[in-house]
């Protein structure tokens, strides 16, 4: 019997982290049968085999012969998924960091959520959850990490709600995008919007895959009764690091450049640049991270061309382009 939610965990380096991510979705409280959980290893040398092995037997393990990021990951975890001879597959795919866990009822919210909207016509395809940080402030508050995704009028994709104290909290149903590390997608808006861009690597795949979803006429909701806690940056080296500030500069205009109003891309690029230059110029920034900048701006104008000529297709005229993107946020 096929089931019908298939988890996707992706992880490099992380088995400190998934004991408890993945006792997180052997615990949710859905039929036996009902969830199938998948584990990509990105070529892990840290002991990652040898306990999915001895320790979670009944996972599915995809161990991969390289390091090709989340997105990477997430692309050969569903691959299958995306073949249209493919009768029998999951209704819904869920995502969840290695560095975060899901609250029992989280998933089956989802689930329970996008059978609502199905029934009252709706072509949600994708439920974002309610991701909590895993530190409170020092108030001993519970902050929030991400209500889903939205895009500031500068260009930057961004957590709705992010540091915002929970009981402080009255997200919209409604949200430009899903949060990639706690979701639920539908199997079949994944199918129409092409799947996971492998090429991403890190960052800005969920907000060009919902850029794509939306293209095609589907929408993203919240559903606040699904919450993950998130350990942030706990699997990658930080928001400070030269790897992060490499693949979210580039990325971000790359994804901007394919999908979004020629003004709000003009504007990204602008302001990536004169980041640049400032940090270069005033010496304010790490030369390993000026480097970074640098570098992606570069393989950003190398990517441009293909980016451009992706707008010109005919399958993302499903929606018109002025209508995608959110109303802007403020400036981050």
């Known amino acids: 019997m096929t089931a019908r939610v298939r988890a996707v965990v992706v992880t490099w380096q992380g088995a400190h982290l998934l004991p408890r991510c993945l006792d997180s979705l052997l615990a949710q409280d859905l039929a036996d049968g009902e969830l199938e959980v998948v584990v990509v290893d990105n070529a892990s040398t840290d002991g990652t085999a040898e306990l999915l092995a001895e320790r979670y037997p ?29 009768d029998e597959h999951p209704e819904f795919v869920a995502l969840l960091n ?3 866990w899901f609250e029992p009822h989280a998933v089956r919210a989802m689930v329970e959520a996008a059978d609502a909207a199905r ?40 957590d709705r709600d992010f540091g915002v104290p929970l009981d402080d909290v009255r997200p919209g149903r409604d949200v430009f995008g899903f949060n990639g590390g706690a979701a ?5 808006a994944l199918r129409d919007a092409g799947g996971f861009d492998a090429g991403l690597f890190l960052y800005y795949e969920d907000t060009d895959l919902s850029f794509r979803m939306r293209e095609r006429g589907w929408t993203v909701v919240h559903e606040p009764a699904a919450v993950a806690h998130h350990r942030h940056m706990a699997s990658t080296d930080g928001g400070s690091s030269p790897l992060f500030r ?10 901007l450049t394919r999908h979004a109003p020629w003004t709000l891309v003009l504007r990204s690029v602008v302001r990536q640049v004169a980041g640049a230059v400032r940090h270069t110029v ?17 393989d950003f104008a190398r990517a441009a061309p293909g980016a451009v000529l992706s707008r010109r297709r005919p399958s993302a005229a499903a929606a018109p382009r002025r209508d995608v993107p959110p109303r802007p946020g403020p400036r981050p």
Do not use: C, I, K
């Not at 490499?246 to 994804?255: D, E, G, K």
């Open 58 to 86: 009944g996972v599915r393990t995809l161990r991969l012969d390289s390091n090709v990021g989340f997105a990477g990951g997430m692309a050969a975890a569903t691959a299958d998924l995306l073949r249209p001879d493919a």
């Open 98 to 100: 290695n560095d975060a």
């Open 119 to 158: 029934r009252a016509g709706e072509r949600v395809g994708a439920v974002t959850a309610t991701v909590l940080l895993a530190e409170p402030d020092d108030r001993g508050r519970v902050l929030v990490n991400s209500t889903g995704n939205v895009l500031t009028r500068w260009g930057a994709a961004a």
């Open 184 to 188: 639920l997608l539908r199997t079949q």
């Open 246 to 255: 490499y693949y979210n500069t580039r990325n971000s205009l790359v994804v």
């Open 282 to 298: 005033l010496r304010t920034e790490d030369r390993a991270l000026v480097g970074a900048r640098w570098r992606a701006l570069r």
